[in-house]
């Protein structure tokens, strides 16, 4: 061990390994809920490429298990590394390398997180339009897990934003794919395969990904519905419109009263309207000039009322920005509420609404516990705070959970990843052909394993 | 041969087999320019999906390699098969078997052409957003291409469209991958990997594919430059602008003489702005109003002005739709004209007046012949006609245009694939390390090299 601790110094510089006992407890764990924390051998913080490179070289001759960690954020404990594994950390290699407005691109480095390259774009009048909730994010570990967020309703996930990657095999080779251009019909596209496989293809240790103008003028609708048919029934209508809405969610009343508590919140829905509401819908349209959002807010009210919303109100700036922020940290107000599992399952969004009666008799027979969610309205991905102590019920309750939306078409995780949290439901719920698939390109990339072990796969 | 002819008339019927004697010339070629034809020694034409698996299981017994083949309109060779080959003609499984308002989406069968399923999303005020110039060819290919085309620019390519796919993989298994959802973090997307495999992968037998409004405005403008450094330098300006064009292509003074007098349009720009110019912007942006849509128009036309166009001309209606027409049928005008290649690389788009710049020295200096063309400039996807008859000065200039623009950052196609007829420009320019996983992916699906035979590798 102390060979492979000289290794790796030689590779990164001793100032950048951490051994067993010197590794802080937050390199053993992310954020989701319910998943033992790891304890690696090792922690390394490699500097640029050929020092990631380097590191997977001893770790194949070392047969140590790699687990990569952007800022550990992740919600699916696929940033836990096993024992006697090996972290690599990128957050040294944190730089946005270049924004280029001609080709309206940014080329990152992954540990870069949202809110820098945010930062970076804006200064260029642009946008990286992937906000997950989490501005702390890695750019790395977003593409792992092919993140989204509330703006994918209008902008797509990660996937559609990432062009290129620089990226380093188990074997050590560094691969190019992608470029600075949109389209490419030149081979696989390796650069979308390696987005979403969550750290156990390959180390991307570079990206190119697009940004987009960014538009000065946002408005927020709100709107209480009296039924979970009624907020899905109206979904197809704001999307068919044309409109092109930024978000489009779908929050539980319980889940609006715990994050509105949470963040001291008055949307000024009166008591009389809020007693009949069993969901809100909240719609964020963006515009280039004042007067289109104007235009835009008056037709969507028009068109809410017209899907039966109870009423519409057009939020003020404050209080809209503030109920997206609160809907942002939605995740915290369960966790703090002592949610003990979350759900982000993904489904024909027509389908949510027979889904969530599902999850409510799920819950109501037998199964127990509580279940409060909101969700991408647009995307049909479903947000679901699970409160169910017990962990054999609970494990009941989620497998009935994700089997309702497999039934419908769906897939276990719309956006967190599948990590080693989610596993074993995508593991009986996924065609097994695509399994077997997913096996063999494993193989092809990593013959030895040595990525992201036991994440996706046992 | 005769026992090969009877298992496949089991699998598919006698009457949809064809032996080497029987088999139309059609079946031996695509649009490709400058290819040879091949000549199989099977066609056979499957009516469902367990019929495709069944020929596969045959094909991999009796190691008869495969060419799939949908309207034969690919412009790379990709359908074109090999001597001893079977075709697997998708003209039967062409029904557009759902089209899912609630969902914004249409499940295809891939002998579907564009513009069947373009009438049949029309019908619902939905529009499949895949232009690529060609309305005949079928979903099946331009999946298997990952095609573009001019509206790109706005809606992406179709890998950005394709949500699902049911694909037979070539052990005959069958493969779902995907669905009637907009985002998934649930294992490798093999969707996206199939997408742009060119047949090489797997047979796709279904597609989930997403719908978008139909905006029933549309206006075109149209911008003289009086040179590609202006006209490369307006670019960013109008995609930075936010008005989001529907399309924005540049088009060469002889590219548009050729296709204008093919179609016999006036555009009316006057021989005194003609003459200063040396290539034409067009821009046609779509909208949800009239009264948005006149707004638009008139800020493009400032714009323009401002970005440095000689003129700015709003075309009419009949004048606008028949530009755009005659632009979609710009091979047509090339191929009539006697050109001898076609390129359709991509490139970062701010780089684009330089590497025009560059093909137009490696013509001048002795590369001889003529170049000529136009492209999806919002995309940096470059069209070009390559009139050079000799064979060898033909190969020596169309490498040297592929290597400028990969030295630029890009890739040999944006949109037709890599087929037969640029797999050497292809292999010689990839990344190593890319060229070798894909051949580890390839050997992952299909161990026994059956499927697409000479197309994207020897």
Known sequence: MSDTRSLLAEAVGAEHVLAAGEVPADYGHDEALGVAAGRPDFVVRPGDTTQVAAVLRIAGERGLRVTARGSGTGL???????????VVSFERMNRVLEIDAANSVAVVQPGVTLAELDAAAAAHGLVYPVFPGEMGASLGGTIATNAGGMRAVKYGVTRQHVLGVEAVLASGEVLRAGG?????????????????????LALVTEAIVRLYPRLPYQGTVLAPFGS???????????????IGPLILEYVDTVTMAAITAAQD???????????????????????????????????????????????????????????IEAREKAFWAAKNAGADDIVDTVLPRAAMAGFLAEVGELVGSGGGGLVMGCGHAGDGNVHLAVFQADAE????????????AAARGGAVSGEHGIGTAKKRYFLELADPVAVGLMLRIKQAFDPGGILGPGVLFE
């Open 76 to 86: 699916s404990g696929g940033a836990i590394p096993v024992p006697g594994g090996l």
């Open 180 to 200: 600075k251009h949109v389209k490419n019909a030149s081979g696989y596209d390796l650069t979308q395969l390696i987005v979403g496989s969550e750290g156990t």
């Open 228 to 242: 979970l048919d009624q907020v899905t029934a109206a979904v197809p209508g704001i999307v068919g419109s044309g």
């Open 265 to 323: 919140i008055d949307l000024g829905v009166p008591a009389a309207v809020r007693d009949k509401t069993l969901a809100y819908l909240v719609v964020m349209v963006e515009e280039r000039t004042e007067e289109r959002l104007a235009a835009v807010e008056a037709e969507l009210a028009e068109l809410l009322a017209g899907l039966g919303a109870g009423d519409v109100y057009v939020l003020p700036d404050p209080a809209a920005r503030r109920l």
């Open 393 to 404: 019920a609970r494990s009941a309750l989620m497998h009935g959970i994700f089997a309702a």
